[in-house]
């Protein structure tokens, strides 16, 4: 089944993308090979899991944030989970699902959880030549849930990466949170000086642009991608207007869809110590929500809507 997939990875290599965009030779194969088609089937005859990847190269996004919130929202929603933090020093997803194993068990209550899944280490001895050991590392991580997960969310760390970009390629769906800054704005497109007008495409989005390429000459479908304003606050209305605008703009120009994402809220940041989202907070006791809190959710309910997962019902 994967072999055509083989050859035409090995052909999107001779094609001539720019040099540091180029996987070594041995990367693709063995990773794209593991990512679903429409109508594939596991080992076990059931659909192979749905894969989000949560990127973007500027560090502090909200790609951990996002990751929490929309993996958690799944497995409430009857989906099996699979998890994996590709940031391998930080770990900030891995370290949420520890403190939500850690306190339900401490209150002991039962409640859906994200499964976390670390990449098994790989004896360097075991690694032929030309292959990278970081991708055997994925590769396998993914082999061992995809036939068991319905969705396996993948949480990248805010720096390019060779795990990063591999992910990248495995991507059914990206979510890319932004900060509501050109700063941020900046690694997606360049814009003129009063960021009005756009320049050209930056280094994240070639990034996204190759990892397209590699999955239409591999035959698989292309990425869905999603770019989600974060930590938006009521001030800097006029920032606020033209970061709108300029996504706007680029979202025709370089081909990703947008959704209303989370504004600048107390929330989104304090239950991590607890591994808990909003969601959960009735089921622990809270009884009646704050006004930010139940937008919040709203928040919440609006991006998963706008995921449009396959098979995803929303129930909250
Ligand atoms: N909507 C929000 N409201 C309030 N705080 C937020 C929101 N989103 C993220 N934060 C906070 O912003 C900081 C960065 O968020 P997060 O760790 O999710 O970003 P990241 O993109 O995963 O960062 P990194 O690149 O380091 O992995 C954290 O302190 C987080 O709690
Ligand atoms: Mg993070």
Not at 110 to 119: A, G, I, K, V
């Amino acid at each position: 089944m994967w072999g055509g997939f083989f050859f035409a990875l090995v052909a999107a290599q001779k094609t001539g993308f720019p040099r540091e965009l180029r996987f070594p030779s041995c990367a693709p194969p063995h990773i794209v090979a593991t990512t679903p088609q429409d109508g594939d089937e596991g080992p076990k005859g059931q659909s192979m899991a749905h894969i989000i990847v949560v990127g973007n190269e500027k560090g502090g996004a909200g790609k951990s944030t996002v990751s929490m919130h929309v993996a958690t929202a799944l497995a409430r929603m009857g989906k099996t989970v699979a998890c994996l933090d590709l940031d391998l020093r930080q770990k900030t997803l891995g370290r949420y699902t520890s403190n939500r194993a850690t306190f339900l068990k401490k209150e002991g209550i039962d409640l859906p959880s994200p499964q976390y899944h670390e990449l098994p280490e790989i004896d360097a001895a075991d690694v032929k030549q030309g292959e990278n050991i970081y991708d055997l590392r994925l590769s396998a991580a993914i082999a061992a849930v995809e036939s068991k997960s319905d969705f396996i969310l993948i949480d990248c760390p805010g720096s390019h990466t060779r795990l990063s970009q591999v992910a990248h390629s495995l991507a059914d769906t990206l979510i890319t949170p932004l900060n509501d800054s050109f700063i941020d704005f900046d690694l997606l497109a360049h814009v003129d000086s009063d960021g009005t007008r756009i320049l050209g495409p930056s280094v994240y989005s070639e990034m996204v642009w190759q990892a397209r390429q590699l999955r239409a000459q591999a035959g698989l479908s292309p990425i869905d991608w999603i770019v989600v304003r974060n930590r938006m606050g009521a001030q800097n209305m006029v920032n606020k207007k033209k970061m709108q605008a300029a996504i706007e703009m680029l979202a025709k120009r370089i081909g990703f869809r947008t959704a209303s994402g989370f504004n600048e809220r107390v929330i989104f940041r304090e239950l991590f110590p607890r591994g808990l989202t909003l969601l959960d907070l009735r089921d622990i006791g809270v009884k009646g929500m704050n006004i930010s809190n139940v937008a919040a959710r709203n928040e919440l309910r609006e991006l998963i809507k706008a995921l449009n997962l396959p098979d995803v019902e929303i129930n909250f």
